[in-house]
Every structure is written in C-alpha cells, then in structure tokens.
C-alpha cells in the first residue's frame, strides 16, 4: 500500500557535521518528494523537492537524493547548525500531476544539535 | 511571500460544541487540506479539497466535515467535538501536483 516511513524517529549530530535524514517510501508510482522543516511550534515548511526524473538535487546546504531502485529517499544537511534543529518529513504526492492528488507524509525524524 | 492564515492559533472547546476551523490563502492554489498532527502518528490526512465545491475523504475523515465555497477558504469542521479531537490541526494548499503550503496550526483543546 501506500507508505512514507523513516528509518529513525531521532537523530542526533554534532554541530558543524552533516546531518542525513532517511525516508523509505513503498508506492512505486509516486513521482513527486518533498522534504518539510517543522520547528517547535510552527507548521511544517517547505525545504527542496525532487521529481521521480531526478536522482539528485541541491539546495543551500541541503541536498537531496533519490533511489527509485529500492524506494529510498535522503536529506543531507551540510555543517548542521543550531537552527536546524527541528523535525524532518518526507512526503510524496500520489498520482502526481493529476488534479486530485493528495500528499502522504512520513512520521518524521526529530534533529538534536550536540553542541 | 506565500501565505497560508489559519484564523486561531489555540482554541479551547467544550464536548459536543460545534467547532469552524477555518483557512485562507492567497496564492490561488486549487488543492486544499487539513491534516492533523499528534505526537508519534505524524500528519494524518482528514479532508481535502481540488476545486471549489469538491471535497474528498482523507484517511482520517469520521467525526469531521468540510465546506470549501470559495477557492481561497477552507473549513474545518468538527460537528460535536469530543476529547479526542484535541489535537494540533494544520492546513496547507498547494497548486496541481506541487508543493504544499502549510498554515502556522491551530492546537485545539476539547475539555
């Protein structure tokens, strides 16, 4: 069925290190990904996306990959500061592109930055 | 700058009110939705809406109901709120097969 998981609830880093959230998603016709930023208290916010043509793109300080092969999507985060730390969700559309389609998130993984 | 108003950032309720939440935006985007989010099940999907008039359940749609008579608003409605409705809501638009926008929430609180 349907399914955007991540692999850890909680990941903590050391600041000035990269950071890598991971996302497996199960819905093979998914062609759309989006990773959202939601800070404590605050509705969830736009960071990159990637369209299932692409095996990779980049943001400032965020990358973002794509495995279609085993369903497999990642955020990299170059030198993690403080203010990354928040939670972190994958989303992918179903039936991308047609006009009712609909967004499916991942629980979420909560960045801690070890100072 | 894009942006999507949810008309309250914390609501108290009592059982068996009739709750509106409501929703605006402002960048003429045809899909709206309202989702809620509780700690440890993430964002669950209740309603959303493709065009004016046009409403589609979500995963979670029992005990919930939608209005959406204009393209910019997007109503929540919780027909006799009960405790476990209390939960942070969260509303977001977003354009054919684009990226969502989401609402700053509305935590809601039924006593």
């Known amino acids: 069925g349907e399914s955007v998981g991540l692999h850890l609830p909680t990941l903590s880093v050391q600041e000035g290190d990269n950071s890598i959230i991971n996302c497996a998603y199960s819905?093979?016709?998914?062609?759309?990904f989006i990773w959202y930023k939601q800070e404590s208290g605050k509705g969830p916010q736009f960071i990159i996306d990637?369209?299932?043509?692409?095996d990779k793109r980049q943001g400032q300080r965020v990358t973002v990959l794509l495995n279609k092969t085993v369903k497999h999507l990642s955020l990299q985060i170059a030198a993690t500061q403080p203010g990354d730390s928040a939670v972190y969700f994958c989303a992918e559309t179903v039936g991308a592109m047609n006009r009712d389609d609909k967004i499916i998130f991942g629980k979420g993984t909560r960045l801690h930055i070890l100072p | 700058d894009v942006k999507v108003t949810q008309s309250s950032r914390y609501l108290v309720k009592r059982t068996g009110e009739k709750v509106f939440l409501e929703c605006v935006q402002d960048?003429?985007?045809?899909?709206m939705f309202w989702y809620r989010q509780d700690p440890g099940l993430g964002l669950r999907l209740i309603y959303f809406s493709y065009d004016v008039k046009m409403k589609e359940k979500g995963d979670i749609p029992e005990g919930y109901s939608v209005s959406r008579e204009k393209k910019e608003r997007f109503s929540l409605i919780l027909e006799s709120a009960s405790t476990n409705q209390t939960s942070m809501y969260l509303c977001a638009s977003s354009s054919w097969a684009g990226r969502a926008f989401f609402g700053q929430g509305t935590r809601l609180t039924v006593v």
């Open positions: 960048m003429d985007h045809e899909n």
């Open positions: 990637i369209r299932s043509n692409m």
């Open positions: 819905n093979s016709a998914s062609d759309y």
